[in-house]
């Protein structure tokens, strides 16, 4: 599939590099003209018929593409966006970002100021690596990486949601069918809450170092996500405020019972049912897939799929089924 | 020094084992016969010169001993106390559980009822593993291994307090002087509160199976402890409910003010510097050790460096100073 991927970071450059890799015409742009010229020597290194070319600016890079994929940062969305419109760009188009709802907003104002625009389906690619920058990019960063990819009642395109899910399953990806509101909720408690909690437990144990100096096991792992840099974290969760807001409400109940237990005539007695059910959770975590098994590719089928933890690992020559698995509850 | 263990668990059972390869005469004692013949066994296959032995009652083990340490769980403190003052046991006396405050109440009851108890200096190794049992011990278990060890102002005598020191310094673990309500507030910071803090968002997390799919590093690190048993959770934090409650109110009002920041009119802007000192703290730990320094073996001098981070690394044979370090903030 003829495929243009704007944003050459660490997942636009592996996207760029496994797309080629698979033998797809495949040519890569990005803003900054320096990582412009690293991903063209990488090129012109890549075995033959596993090379990508570099264009030098959105329109050539689109001009022939079946298949567009914004790998740009969530402020930088909305610019490609008017670009692509300009360019009258009318094919398949996909985002990498990690949060759904916003971009999904951006595109439907798009749609609304310049007509319908191409059969767009969000995406994210759970690959987040410490590293970042094309020079860190990786063609096999997506094999058994999660991938969601969005699924709106009454507004994807079900044969584009194919399409894509076909491609991507061939990267080696888990694709993940999910509402842009299933996702954010879904991210908020996965990963936007539990930088609040380090950061907020990080925090507290740093106003006593002698806190800090028996911190072991338990203080390294319920903070390491607090080390992150504080713009990253404070974009990712107030970028999804609206989810985080309700998810953390929930994390704080339980605390609040908590909070009253301790308090109580016997905390110890009170606490063990609390914590039992976070244990079997996180004990059978995360399961096992199931056999895989045949459904016929229908949106409701499909998100019940990804509602129910599933995801689809092979889409059918003739889109009408899909190969799928759960995981089994241990 | 003569040295009796009571409780052959992992914690017992390493200690007999590291004070036996020391050159020590170490007597040890387990309630449960099962555990006393493993530990039998065991000895008889020690190399010549560093064996323990093992006593059938508590009585036995006691008789001629210097030191005896409680390596019992906290519910059977009190037992093996009672036991001790209708002995007359008169030496040194430790413990090894991992909350401080009400060993030391029992002691201090025991103090009222029998009269003066011996010296006794309440003790934490942070040396806790998933494995337990005698069959999991190992001598090498406090090698670098944090030790609180209590020094109550006005109540500890000095003398023994060094005593214990400089025989745990030698097994290689770094000791930290703190009171029993400094120890209690700060692993209710770096250990139950994040005991806490995990059962909730696993908690969270489990009533959505999409979430459990999406979920990667940061849940998986911020939800490890979640795992642990629920009665070991629950009598780990609810057994120091009274410094658990205010750390936790302090996470809580934290988290508050974030609450409060989604909802406000640029969560990412007031999310920002609400991140940044979690981020400064866990960023910088845990920090490299500063070259030793002599400290004068004084109470207030020890308890201003266990609060300021800082830990014995040897205690001089006359007693009267330390060899100390702090950790260097980064």
Redesign the interface.
């Known amino acids: 599939m003829r495929t243009a991927v704007i944003g050459l970071g660490l997942i636009g450059g592996s996207l760029l590099r496994a797309l080629a890799a698979g033998g797809h015409a495949v040519l890569g742009y990005d803003a900054d003209p320096a990582t412009r010229a690293v991903a063209r020597t990488a090129a012109a290194r890549a075995p033959q018929g596993e090379r990508w070319q570099v264009a030098g600016a959105v329109r050539d890079a689109v001009a022939n593409a079946e298949l567009v994929v914004l790998a740009v940062p969530l402020p930088a969305v909305g610019t490609v966006l008017d670009e692509l419109a300009g360019i009258g760009y009318s094919s398949l188009l996909t985002d990498v970002t990690s949060v759904k709802g916003p971009v999904r907003d951006r595109v439907n104002e798009r749609a609304r100021r310049f007509g319908r625009l191409p059969g767009f389906i969000g995406g994210h690619p ?1 690959a ?1 690596r410490e590293t970042s920058g094309f020079t860190a990019s990786d063609p096999r960063l997506f094999h058994g990486c ?1 991938w ?1 990819l969005c699924l709106e009642p009454g507004e994807t395109e079900l044969t584009d949601w194919l399409t894509l899910a076909a491609l991507i399953t061939t990267l080696g990806a888990r694709v ?1 069918p ?1 509402t842009a509101a ?2 954010d ?3 908020a ?3 936007h ?14 106003a ?12 390294r ?11 990253l ?3 990712m ?3 999804n ?1 609206d989810a ?2 309700p ?6 109940s ?3 019972t ?2 009253a ?3 109580g005539a ?18 059978g ?2 399961g096992e897939p199931s056999e895989p098994v045949a459904l016929p590719a229908d949106p409701d089928v499909l998100l019940r799929l ?6 689809v690992i092979a889409v059918a020559d003739d889109r009408g089924t899909v190969t799928a698995a759960r ?1 089994l509850i241990r």
Do not use: K, N, Q, Y
Not at 208 to 219: C, I, Q, V, Y
Not at 247 to 252: G, K, Q, S
């Open positions: 759970m987040g999660t969601v993940v999910a299933d996702h909720r879904a991210v408690a996965v990963s809450v539990p930088h609040l909690l380090a950061a907020a437990l990080a925090t507290v144990a740093a006593d170092p002698l806190a800090l100096s028996l911190g072991a096991g338990s203080f792992d319920g903070t390491r996500v607090a080390a992150s840099p504080p713009a974290s404070a974009a969760t107030g970028g405020a985080v807001g998810t953390l409400d929930r994390v704080l339980l605390l609040g908590a909070r237990a301790l308090d016997d905390p110890i007695g009170e606490l063990m049912p609390w914590f039992a059910t976070g244990t079997a959770a996180r004990a975590w995360p990804g509602r129910a933890g599933g995801w995981p």
